[in-house]
């Protein structure tokens, strides 16, 4: 029986920066390929946020630094692909709450999808794979200072049917996993694992 | 309390004293005082018990009625809950509680109550004794007619008893005070109860008739008592009339509809319903949801819950002085109002619609844009629309700076207009770039807002489309002008400028062998390709500049068609670029023309090689060829796009990093490897070399020799001084076997003592 491989997919949207973190798709293939047995492509894709194309993708993946304001089709592309069962995920680059991204694209995904509520850190995606007692790892980034100088104690989430439709990140993790995996080797501990939780749960629930 | 009828007389304190009486007549009276004490305090116990049963009856009545009037006004339609039901159940209920209750009134004895008065006043149990040995029938006891003791020791229990308690006046004052808080404490709790549920049985049976003065009303206007519906005494429902209020700031008129059956209202209109007669009941239902809710006969409200703003449907029936009355507010739902009477139904169905948000759309500018310079203005405009009319609009603009990590965002507004309930305007705003102090990499991201009237706290803004403006940094100036576009159609007809020269330059080379006629046609045939070639090149350098798709076509002079570019005896040229050699100068480096002027120079040089070629002369035409080629190759490299850096692509090695790779765990077959000589073995090869060297050629053969020496200083001395003898014997002319066997024993590691064999000692 063969099974198609997961391809990662990053959103390409018409305003900002969409591809402020081209490496952040191989590091995660890299996690996925080294703790898991998911099928997986060893490359990632882009898929315009406008197209139907999207459908055929579970996860996807959006990040930047600019402000957001999806299209028309876009918002329509989107609802559709969220209310068929896909999951977004969406990681602010500026790791700033009062930074254009994450103030426009909030605006953005309540037009989609409704408004964003805290994830509860006791919430199963911090137990799809790995287990992160403390919900989800912090990042160097935050730990530094960066942005607003906030840790971000959990992430948010739009919920459809109790299932994440679309998970909101503060914490930066187009910075932290965005760099080549091979330099992953100097690592302690590999900060890509709770990526797995996240495509893990995109792909079973 | 029924004083008893005897003790002594009272003291200053109230207090009867102890009694004053001669040894017979206290004997005597004191077995009376003591019965009769007890008598009386059992029928005042009793008392209680029949008392706290008749309470706990009355309140679990109420409390049950008052549960079954919630249930029926739950469902008002349920035969199980009519009006016999909850008026009889609860009766029968409470006198059945009442009569268990009583029953407890049977285990107030004689011997209780003296107990009970014993703990009150402690007499060492000689009353209790007094009352155990009496004889056992309770009116017999009463009256103290039956004795079982001995008078004489009936009496002097009695005595003991009222010595002890210090007479029969004080044993009664205190019985009497206990007593009381008996009766406090037992019916306390019950009648609290009773009380409650008492309460919320008039409530209930009240409030229905209290609001908007329903009583007053209905007296004034002869209303039936009946406010139920159900009579048959009552006229069914009727007509009514509806008028629709729309909320006030839509600015919407008020609507009489008549008798109507349907409404078209917008959310948050108040749809009253105004009827003759008796009031109505109903309901209130959201079609296609399960919500809904009953509006209680002649009276109450009913609310349905949508979680939605504005507001839920809700609807009020009251009584006013002529007839009836029932506002509903409108959902932005279809919503059904049920209103029955007299046995009939009508239905209202109300068809609520949503205010819209506004729709904007942003008309300038057109299109995103990469400004060179944030420097001068630019027009803004936006045409908004609204259903019901707009409050205000504005435009707003982010401007995000920064690169890398670090970006900073701020938000203006301006050409913020107020309206007072237009539906249809036009936004016009004026963006002073200067203002905006933009420097290069800056993004101007604008929309247009605008706002309706709506008052909710929560109203969404009506929002254009966004456009962005990017100021571009100094190194990408050379893409600043190219739109990305797919590549135009290629004609397959035509010959590319190098396949023209080649096909030129033989025809050069066959000219002297070839007819006058024969050159002539081929060379016009040459001159047409390089005609459509020329038109083709023509085309692209008028789509890029102009937009249009044809570099020949007939225009006048200040006809106001101006595309940039002249044409000049049939050549292309702009103005003031071209050189008096009719070639275009460089150093104009704007991209405009750092694009095209490759393709104007190229089109120019064909213009040249056709002409020439249209004149047979191909000698002439190929120099011109050569310069549209090279001039063609500048223009390709020009047009090539330096946009931002791709991101690396990496493609990862999955089996690597799963290390699964194609390694199958088998190694190749491995060879032995040649053993390295011995260095002893070594040194003996050329120890032996030298000594075969030494009889032909005795110098080489002493070099040998003493390189040999000095390499085996380090690691083999005695070698090293076996050799210099060898050295000795070679420099001197004689014969050196023999130093030579000596040294190769000592490499061989064989030691001889004197006078003694040659033995191996091992390696040197």
């Known amino acids: 029986m063969s099974r198609e491989p997961f391809v990662f997919a990053t959103a390409q949207y018409d305003s900002g920066d969409w591809d402020s973190a081209p490496m952040v798709p191989a590091n995660v293939i890299d996690a996925i390929a080294r703790y898991t047995s998911i099928p997986v492509r060893p490359q990632g894709v882009t898929v315009p946020l406008a197209s139907e194309v999207i459908f055929g993708y579970p996860l996807l993946f959006l990040t930047g630094h600019l402000p957001v304001r999806f299209t028309d089709k876009e918002a329509e592309v989107l609802r559709e692909y969220l209310r068929r069962g896909g999951m977004l995920f969406v990681d602010d680059h500026n790791h700033d709450v009062d930074g254009a991204f994450n103030k426009t694209v909030r605006e953005e995904i309540r037009r989609v999808a409704g408004a964003l509520a805290p994830l509860p850190n006791s919430h199963e995606l911090y137990r799809a794979y790995f287990v992160f007692e403390n919900g989800p790892p912090t990042t160097s980034h935050e730990m530094n200072g960066w942005g607003d100088n906030l840790v971000h104690e959990q992430l948010d989430a739009v919920l459809f049917e109790s299932r994440i439709a679309v998970l909101f990140s503060t914490k930066d993790y187009s910075s932290e996993w965005s760099y080549h995996p091979d330099n992953k080797r100097f690592l302690s501990v590999d900060n890509t694992k709770f990526a797995v939780n996240i495509v893990v749960y995109a792909l079973t629930r | ?764």
């Not at chain 2, 009694?19 to 059992?42: E, I």
């Not at chain 2, 705003?429 to 102090?437: A, E, N, P």
């Not at chain 2, 104007?600 to 004149?615: I, P, T, V």
């Open chain 2, 1 to 764: 309390m029924t004083r008893l009828p005897l003790g002594g007389a009272p003291g200053a304190d109230g207090v009867p004293n102890a009694p004053v009486h001669t040894r017979d007549a206290s004997v005597r009276g004191a077995d009376s005082a003591a019965v009769a004490l007890v008598a009386q305090l059992r029928q005042r116990l009793r008392r209680v018990v029949y008392v706290r049963a008749a309470i706990i009856g009355v309140a679990t009545a109420c409390a049950l009625a008052v549960v079954l009037l919630l249930a029926a006004r739950q469902w008002p339609g349920s035969s199980a809950l009519s009006r016999p039901v909850v008026l009889l159940i609860p009766i029968a209920a409470g006198i059945a509680l009442a009569l268990v209750q009583s029953r407890r009134a049977g285990l107030v004895t004689p011997l209780r109550t003296a107990l009970w008065i014993e703990e009150q006043t402690p007499a060492g149990f000689s009353l209790v004794t007094l009352v155990e040995n009496t004889e056992s029938a309770e009116h017999d006891f009463a009256t103290g007619d039956a004795r079982r003791l001995d008078p004489r020791a009936r009496e002097r229990l009695a005595v003991a008893f009222l010595d002890a308690v210090g007479g029969s006046a004080r044993v009664e004052a205190q019985v009497d005070v206990a007593a009381r808080a008996l009766s406090r404490d037992r019916l306390r709790d019950p009648a609290a109860f009773g009380a409650i549920a008492m309460a919320l049985l008039t409530w209930l049976i009240l409030v229905p008739l209290t609001p908007a003065g329903i009583a007053g009303d209905s007296t004034r206007s002869g209303m039936p008592p009946d406010h139920t519906g159900t009579s048959a005494a009552v006229a069914p429902i009727g007509a009514w009339t509806v008028r629709v209020e729309p909320p006030a700031y839509s600015r919407l008129p008020m609507q009489q509809l008549g008798n109507a059956d349907e409404v078209h209202a917008l959310a948050g209109s108040r749809v009253i319903v105004l009827g003759a007669g008796a009031p109505v009941a109903g309901s209130v239902r959201v079609l296609g949801d399960a919500s809904s809710a009953v509006l209680s006969a002649g009276g109450g409200a009913a609310a349905v819950d949508l979680g939605l703003s504005p507001p839920t449907s809700r609807a009020v029936v009251s009584v006013t002085a002529d007839g009836w009355r029932a506002p509903l507010t409108v959902a932005p739902l279809p919503t059904e109002l049920r209103l029955s009477r007299g046995g009939a139904t009508r239905l209202l169905l109300v068809d609520g619609y949503r205010d819209s948000i506004p729709r904007v759309a942003l008309r300038l500018p057109e299109r995103d844009s990469v400004l060179r310079s944030a420097t001068g203005r630019l027009a803004l405009q936006a045409t908004i629309h609204d259903d019901l009319g707009l409050a205000s609009g504005s435009f707003e603009l982010i401007v995000s700076s920064g690169e890398g990590e670090r970006f900073t965002a701020r938000t203006v507004r301006i050409a913020t207009t107020r309206y007072t309930g237009a539906r249809d305007v036009m936004l016009r705003g004026v963006l002073d770039l200067d203002s905006m102090q933009l420097g290069p990499g800056d993004i101007v991201h604008l929309r247009a807002v605008a706002r309706d009237a709506n008052p909710a706290r929560d109203r969404e803004s009506g929002v254009s489309e966004t456009r962005s403006l990017r100021v571009a940094r100094p190194a990408e100036y050379d893409s600043v002008a190219v739109e990305p576009a797919p590549p135009p159609e290629v004609d397959k007809s035509l010959l590319s400028q190098r396949m023209l020269l080649m096909l030129t330059e033989k025809l050069e080379q066959r000219r002297p062998r070839l007819a006058r006629d024969v050159l002539q046609s081929e060379s016009r045939n040459l001159a047409r390709d390089q005609a459509r070639l020329r038109l083709a090149v023509g085309d692209a350098v008028f789509q890029r500049l102009s937009g249009e798709s044809s570099a020949e076509h007939a225009h006048t002079v200040g006809d106001g068609h101006d595309h940039g570019v002249e044409s000049v005896g049939g050549k292309l040229a702009m103005p003031g670029g071209v050189s008096a050699t009719g070639m275009l100068e460089e150093g104009d480096d704007s991209p405009v023309i750092g694009i095209n002027t490759p393709l104007l120079e190229a089109y120019n040089a064909m213009w040249d090689a056709g002409r020439a070629l249209e004149l047979s002369d191909t000698k002439g035409a190929i120099p011109h060829m050569r310069v549209a080629l090279a001039a063609i190759e500048r223009a390709r490299a020009a047009s090539r796009l330096y946009l931002r850096g791709m991101p690396p692509v990496v493609i990862l090695d999955l089996d690597k990093i799963r290390l699964a790779g194609k390694d199958t765990g088998a190694t190749n077959v491995r060879s032995m490897r040649a053993a390295v000589l011995p260095r002893s073995k070594v040194r003996e090869a050329r120890l032996l070399a030298a000594a075969s060297m030494a009889r032909t050629d005795a110098p080489a053969a002493r070099d040998s020799v003493a390189v040999l020496r000095v390499e085996s200083l380090g690691d083999a001395p005695g070698f090293a001084s076996a050799l210099v003898e060898v050295i000795e014997r070679l420099r001197a002319g004689g014969d050196a076997t023999e130093a030579f066997v000596r040294a190769r024993r000592v490499l061989g590691g064989m030691s001889r003592a004197n006078d003694a064999a040659w033995s191996r000692v091992g390696p040197p």
